[in-house]
Structure formats: C-alpha cells, structure tokens
C-alpha cells in the first residue's frame, strides 16, 4: 500500500489563502488604517522626539549645551554611539515651516 502524496506546486504556502481569509484580512487591515494608524504615527514621532531629547540632555555638550556633567554623559557613551552621527545630523540642519507641518 503505497501513499498518495499531495501534488508539489511551485506556488508559496502564503499565495493558498482561501478568498474568506484574504477578505478578512483585507477588512482587518482597512480597519486598522481607519482607527489606529494615526496614532500608530503620533506613538512613533512621539518615541523619537523623546530620543532626540534623551540625546540632547546626555550628549549635548558635542553641540556646545553644556547640560549634563561628562562624567554620566561617558557612563551613557556605548548606549547612544549609533545614534549620534544621524542625531546631529537632524540637530544641525536648518528647519522651516513644512517641518512643522509633517
């Protein structure tokens, strides 16, 4: 007694999705846009304006704001060394009214 074992398609394990299961998650999916993504956005400009602070308060002084003594901005070093070269990047450039528009 031998086993029939299904044919082998070439086609990926996602594209098999039933057309109830794609209209679900095409109906979940424009939900979610309707309801959360604003503040999905919001929550995220919000945790980078947050980091941006964070930066400025510990690593100041390499703009010239002398804010916090050196001692704990060295102790804060190896956490922020891959954040630095973008963050003064984004301090130092010129801003205007469509910055605060977006």
Not at 13 to 19: G, L, P, T, W
Request: hydrophobic share 35%; proline share 8%.
């Amino acid at each position: 007694m031998s086993e029939q074992l299904p044919p082998e398609t070439d086609e990926p394990e996602e594209k098999k999705e039933s057309f109830w299961q794609k209209a679900k998650r095409n109906l979940s999916d424009y939900i979610y846009g309707m309801a959360a993504h604003e503040m999905t956005r919001q929550a995220l400009k919000t945790r980078g304006s947050m980091e941006h602070l964070f930066i400025l308060i510990t690593m100041g002084d390499l703009l010239g704001v002398p804010i916090l003594p050196p001692y704990y901005s060295l102790r804060l070093l190896p956490y922020v060394v891959p954040q630095i070269s973008t963050w003064k990047r984004r301090m130092l450039r010129e801003k205007d009214l469509t910055d605060a528009l977006a």
